[in-house]
């Protein structure tokens, strides 16, 4: 059973920091890519940023020069650095993980952390 554990939200000040942590464990095949997605109430889960084992990434456009996604493949854990923050940041912050076998493409989520952006 793959577990994805997020840790890192909370409360901050418009134009604070967070970092965000994800680890997976469980696992014994190799997780492809890695994302972040983010879902505000009322709204539907898009997808923050993604990165694929050779470091390859992408963000959507609204986080594009404050957000990073980093990863550590040996320890199986995703990052986002989370900069210049704004109350619209405001959602609860999902890690996924995905992992190509042959033809099936298997995939997992965190349970969600929460970021909030106020003052």
């Known amino acids: 059973q793959v577990q994805l554990v997020e840790s890192g939200g909370g409360l901050v000040q418009p134009g604070g920091s967070l970092r965000l942590s994800c680890a997976a464990s469980?696992?014994?095949?190799?997780?492809?890519?890695m994302a972040w997605y983010r879902q505000a109430p009322g709204k539907q889960r898009d997808e923050v940023a993604s990165?694929?084992?050779?470091?390859?990434?992408n963000y959507a456009d609204s986080v594009k020069g404050r957000f990073t996604i980093s990863r550590d493949n040996a320890k199986n854990t995703v990052y986002l650095q989370m900069n210049s923050l704004k109350p619209d940041d405001t959602a609860v912050y999902y890690c996924?993980?995905?992992?190509?076998?042959?033809?099936?493409?298997?995939?997992?989520w965190g349970q969600g952390t929460q970021v909030t952006v106020s003052s």
């Open positions: 996924r993980a995905l992992s190509l076998q042959g033809l099936v493409q298997y995939n997992w």
């Open positions: 469980g696992t014994s095949f190799s997780i492809n890519t």
């Open positions: 990165i694929t084992t050779g470091g390859g990434t």
